[in-house]
């Protein structure tokens, strides 16, 4: 029996939950824990798992409610999860009511209001009434009892009335609407007793809560609780969620970092809530005995009461013939807020520049943001005379800078970058006349003062310096070679882990490592490992200040993105503003006791699990064994000590990267050992995040040598567009496949193979059509395009031997770049077949008549009119209609902005005008050298269409001239084609009502009016 994945999965509804749930930023439930790169949403994770243990019965739209409810996302599980403080202000429930409902609510105001005015009336009658005529004041004030109470009992109607439109109006939203105002599904208890009752009778099960009907499904499939395992377990999004949904969890990573991060979801989160409050009572007694420590030595207060909250630091230089240091940064702004500069002033036998903060006015501000940088496109600028620059790259010298040693916490005297304490935020608690406290704040340049505390810091440190490294409360490792840790070395000599933190910052988190160093508790190692990894990331040379306009400024964290840029001028943390980075735990814990956490290479696993969700890096842009080591660090010998039998190294020689045969040899071998650790009825998920289709068939084939077949495919839409990785386009959805064991090694023929996935594909895209609800599509264009990939994979990866080639053979034959593996042409007709499948609705009568090119343009107009943007897909789309060359017919060819031109566009890009010129070619665009072959569409009847339709346009909506030069350009042929073209008018006449498609709002005009002339033409 297939799973309820392997014949559909919500995917609008799990995208929205999804995109929700990335949006929450850090109340995301694992981030607080630390930072990894490309973790995965847990409700996604949720739904595979669920849609894998949930069996599909002969009744799929059942199937599909009920799925839903078990995640509370039906309409009645979201209306539960409804936030109530998250209402409809009155303006929406105006917009979203129906009239007659309007007029109700109206009726009901206006009732209301009368009432109130007689109760008015009522009692300025009564103040008329003479004071003895006791009769009719008593009367009077019974009136007015009986009109204020009929007051009020309106008033409870129109709020009832309102609560009523309330509901409705949450049912009308769209989905992503509607969640917008909801909890999301992880942070409610489940579904209702109601929705239990329902969930069992169809699953002939007796759950009563997640965690029961996980164990159930397990016990029918598999005889136990579901074992589910992630070799690539990363932050543990996979292992976390299994683990919190009552599945017996295990992880794998080959980094030490990943697999720390992953035990501490399972065991800290895991831990419940005593383990919650032994933590939290952890971190503040030794909060609290560092900050007893640092007053003590008086390195963060000042003579004036003041506590430090905020150091900023600049990089400085001096460059050959000039007289002084100049300091560096992109902007001298430090708190646009509190409208805050610094201006630099030369001294007299000084070679190095003096700081002053000033507040400012706005004028001001705009103009040190304008003007005032002293390093603008990587050159360094003189601040006094903007005429002198140098480049940053020759500053550094031929040799490059000096390496720094092990020692050097600073950078020497001689050594071309300086470091300079610019700006400090100073705080203070001050008590107001009435008693309230407030918090004053301000910025100051260092006074002597302040460079004094500045070299006790660094005394400070030198005295305990290899003591802290030998125990490992500060790093002491060299930084290996890489992509990424090539670039502190190369732009500022750092070569060891330490050299990318300032002394204070070394000195504060090693007196708080020192002092949670006595714990003996496995959990609380843990937590201060993670604790220290933290405080790393948010506190180091590579966090920027960041000025803010509406909010403190403040430092923000390394890993803004995932790369080690260095940086020229910096935030250092005191003690104060480092509380809010340490670890902070989900409010939400759970009880779990079957979590494992094994790090070690994929291709070693030997746990069995029933079913392997993974992740993979796959053509990855994340070199994780690179990044990870600036936490691993931190903690290397304390992560020795709590788990010996772990290898605190991030062995990259094994990491799976890259997409070449080594990746290839690597990631077939690593799904080759899943497929052998699972029974035969066991399931895999791979999540992949690409968006170039090339990688399908590549990631098929892998998966496919590894001895697995492909059951299903679904995109979900994962990352916002700000955080995904650019490459060209942004990443945007995660696919995820679905997988069982290959059991049979049948052999098949292409000749046999083409038809069969041409009635897989027809039946997968039939299947989702019939699920498509009206108003909340399930599926978009890319969906059915995935589906035609998948439907290809499903049919070939069946069988052991394509045409008596071996599949492992397939994989890793040298090709040349242009040639396609048997493959890949099989996997591109399925998409040829789905895109001919797909007809725009309205275009049934005519589509059998078009050619390819006359097909994809109007596809291609079909998807930019339900807002489809990504040029990946318009290219895709091209692809699957065998059009080669789409430049000449876009309009717009922005990663993220893709439209086609319109019939107007077309003219002004040159279409060939009415008479003399050639309708062979389309115009070189863009720079592109015309081939002097003509483009397809030129020739086609669709493109001269346009064209009549730009005539009409042109002669003020006259279909005379459009008409006679459709007549003119087909001759007796018109007579035959007519009924096509008022067809493809009708159509194109429809476009300009679709939201975002004002562009044709004049083009669609004319065409209804071209296809009104055309139809009462006459021989
Ligand atoms: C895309 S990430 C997984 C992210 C994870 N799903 C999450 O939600 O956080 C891929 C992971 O594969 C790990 N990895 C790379 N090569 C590996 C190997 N040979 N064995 C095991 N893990 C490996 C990386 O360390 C990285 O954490």
């Known amino acids: 029996m297939p799973a309820f994945i392997e014949t559909q999965f919500p995917i609008a509804r799990l995208s929205a939950e999804s995109y929700k749930e990335r949006k929450a930023g850090a109340s995301q439930t694992l981030t607080g824990l630390g930072k990894w790169w490309g973790r995965k949403p847990l409700i996604l994770v949720r739904a595979a798992i669920l849609g894998m243990l949930m069996p599909a019965s002969s009744d799929p739209k059942r199937d599909r409610e009920i799925f839903l409810k ?7 599980g979201a209306f539960q999860r409804w936030k109530r403080a998250d209402r409809f202000s009155r303006a929406e429930l105006g917009i979203l009511a129906k009239h007659s409902e309007r007029e109700r609510w109206s009726e009901l105001d206006g009732e209301l209001e009368r009432l109130k005015d007689e109760v008015k009336q009522l009692r300025l009658a009564s103040s008329a009434i003479a004071r003895g005529d006791a009769a009719a004041k008593a009367a009077a004030r019974k009136a007015i009892s009986e009109a204020v109470e009929a007051v009020n009992t309106q008033a409870v109607a129109l709020a009832e009335y309102i609560e009523v439109l309330q509901t409705r109006a949450f049912y009308r939203s769209t989905y992503a609407e509607r969640i917008s105002r909801c909890d999301r599904p992880e942070n409610v208890s489940g579904p209702t007793e109601a929705a239990w009752a329902q969930i069992n009778a169809h699953l002939g099960t007796t759950a009563t809560s997640i965690e029961e009907l996980v164990a159930q499904l397990g016990q029918r499939t598999f005889g136990h609780t579901p074992r589910v395992g992630d070799s690539f377990c990363g932050g543990g999004s996979i292992p976390f969620e299994a683990a919190r949904m009552g599945c017996a969890a295990f992880g794998s990573d080959l980094n030490p970092v990943a697999s720390l991060l992953t035990w501490a979801s399972l065991n800290l989160l895991g831990g419940g809530q005593e383990l919650q409050d032994e933590i939290r009572c952890f971190q503040q007694a030794v909060f609290s005995a560092a900050d007893k420590q640092i007053t003590e030595w008086g390195i963060e207060h000042n003579e004036r009461g003041e506590r430090a909250e905020a150091y900023v630091y600049c990089v400085e230089v001096k460059p050959e013939g000039c007289e002084y240091y100049i300091p560096l940064a992109p902007s001298w702004v430090v708190d646009e807020n509190m409208k805050v500069i610094v201006r630099w002033h030369q001294v007299p036998g000084l070679d190095y520049l003096k700081p002053e903060a000033f507040v400012v006015s706005n004028a001001e501000i705009e103009e040190c943001k304008r003007t005032g940088a002293t390093v603008i496109d990587s050159r360094v600028v003189d601040p006094f005379n903007s005429s002198r620059s140098w480049s940053i790259e020759a500053l550094r010298g031929t040799d490059g800078l000096r390496r720094w040693t092990n020692e050097d916490v600073l950078p020497r005297p001689g050594d071309v970058f300086q470091e300079r304490l610019y700006c400090i935020r100073w705080v203070q608690t001050v008590i107001l006349p009435d008693g309230r406290t407030q918090e004053v704040r301000r910025y100051a340049a260092p006074e002597e003062a302040d460079l004094a505390r500045e070299s006790k810091v660094e005394e400070l440190l030198r005295e305990r310096f290899s003591e802290w490294q030998r125990e490992g409360f500060i790093p002491s490792k060299v930084i290996v070679s890489g992509y990424n840790t090539d670039q502190p070395p190369r732009e500022r000599g750092w070569t060891h882990w330490h050299h990318l933190f300032t002394p204070r910052q070394l000195l504060t988190h090693g007196l708080l490592a020192s002092l949670s160093a006595s714990v003996q508790n496995q959990r609380l190692s843990v937590l201060t490992m993670l604790n220290m990894g933290r405080l790393a990331d948010w506190n180091s040379r590579l966090s920027c200040w960041l000025s803010h306009k509406t909010q403190m400024s403040r430092g923000k964290n390394t890993f803004l993105n995932q790369a080690l840029n260095t940086l020229f001028n910096y935030s250092t943390r005191p003690l104060i503003a480092l509380i809010h980075a340490q670890i902070s735990l989900a409010d939400q814990t759970f009880n779990s006791t079957q979590g494992i956490v094994k790090p070690g290479d994929a291709r070693d696993l030997r746990e069995v699990c029933d079913l392997w969700i993974t992740d993979p890096p796959y053509a990855d842009a994340v070199n994780y064994h690179e990044l990870a080591d600036f936490f691993l660090a931190w903690y290397d010998k304390q992560l020795a000590n709590t788990f010996p039998e772990w290898t605190p190294d991030s062995r990259a020689e094994l990491a799976v990267r890259g997409d070449g045969e080594d990746f290839r040899r690597s990631m077939v071998e690593v799904y080759r050992n899943l497929a052998r650790h699972m029974p035969d009825n066991g ?9 170039d289709p090339a990688v399908w068939a590549d990631l098929g084939m892998i998966l496919w040598a590894a001895g697995l077949t492909a059951t299903a495919a679904w995109t979900i839409s994962t990352e916002t567009e700000a955080v995904g990785i650019k490459k060209g386009n942004y990443v945007q959805g ?7 064991k290959r059991t049979t090694s049948e052999i098949a023929f292409l000749g046999d193979v083409h038809p069969q996935v041409e009635d897989e594909v027809k039946r997968q895209i039939e299947s989702m059509q019939a699920l498509d609800e009206d108003g909340e599509p399930n599926f978009n264009d890319a ?50 077949i789905a895109c001919d499948f797909l007809v725009p609705s309205g275009l049934d009568a005519t589509w059998r008549d078009l050619s390819l090119v006359e097909r994809y343009y109007l596809r291609a107009l079909d998807i930019e009119s ?39 566009g077309f003219a002004a890009s040159g279409l060939a005008p009415l008479s003399g010129g050639s309708t062979e070619t389309l115009p070189a665009r863009r720079g592109r050298v015309g081939s002097g072959t003509p483009h397809p569409f030129a020739a086609s ?26 007549r003119d350009t087909f001759g007796q042929g018109y007579w035959g084609q007519r009924e096509g073209f008022i067809g493809l008018l009708e159509w194109l006449a429809a476009l300009g009502n679709a939201e975002g498609m004002n562009e044709w709002i004049s083009d669609s005009e004319a065409a209804r009016i071209l296809a009104g002339r055309l139809r009462n033409d006459h021989a």
Request: hydrophobic share 40%.
């Open 70 to 76: 078990i995640l509370t996302m039906d309409d009645d």
């Open 683 to 691: 399931l895999q998920m791979v999540m992949f995040t690409h968006q």
């Open 734 to 740: 995660t696919v995820c496949l679905v997988l069982r």
């Open 783 to 832: 969906d059915y395009q995935l589906a035609a990939y998948a439907a290809a994979l499903k049919v070939l990866t069946q069988y052991g031997n394509l045409d008596g080639r071996d599949v492992e053979h397939e994989v890793f034959a040298v090709r040349a770049k242009s040639e396609k593996s048997a493959f890949e042409a099989v996997i591109e007709r399925a998409l040829g």
């Open 866 to 904: 339900r807002g489809e943007r990504r040029k990946g897909m318009y290219e895709e789309l091209a692809r699957g209609f065998g059009v080669t060359d789409i430049s000449p017919l876009l309009k717009s060819d922005k990663a993220n902005g893709a439209r086609m031109l319109t019939p107007g």
């Open 941 to 966: 009847a669709l493109r001269h269409l346009l064209f009549a339709i730009r005539e009409t346009t042109a002669n003020d909506n006259s279909p005379e001239p459009g008409r006679q030069y459709l």
